[in-house]
């Protein structure tokens, strides 16, 4: 109990940014996430929106949640602009990204293409994205979908 008060109080040392342990993962992360979607994606001026991003980051943010669905990939592109021109790349970051389509290939297409647009050869995290009900999670778990793509993917360290 004391390790997970201890977690539930941890603090970046240099930002004071709140931390957490994400889940069974281990990989501690940011309180907050910069969440890549519409409200980022307002920024019409892309400087603008990687000067959003610098900012967060530099006050401790290390948890990136972007996806293809955002803007149909222009969100994981400007991601991968951010770390294109940040010091050290993606290190010290956490990098979220989502999979909307169901079927395998498609799955492994997207999944490509989103490492592309953002720039890097892994993600830290792949989710399902818009599970909307258990017709959906049939799909997605039908042999040779979406899961078994990711399952591939993760044992590929991908």
Known sequence: MAAIASQATAKDAKTGMPTRILGKTGEKVSLLAFGCGSRWLAYKEEDKAIEAMTRGVNQGITYLDTAFGYGNGESERRVGMYLKSR????????????????????????????????????????????????????????????????????????
Do not use: P, Y
Not at 100 to 114: A, N
Not at 115 to 133: A, E, F, N, P, Y
Not at 146 to 154: A, G, N, S
């Open 87 to 158: 010091t050290g790349g993606k290190k010290g970051l956490f990098l979220a990204t989502k999979l909307s389509v169901r079927g395998g290939d498609e799955s492994m297409k997207m999944f490509e293409g989103s490492l592309k647009r953002l720039g890097v050869d892994q993600v830290d995290l792949c989710h399902i994205h818009s599970m909307t009900d258990e017709a959906d999670l049939a799909m997605a778990e039908k042999k040779g979908n979406v899961l078994d793509v990711l399952h591939k993917l993760r044992d590929q360290k991908m």
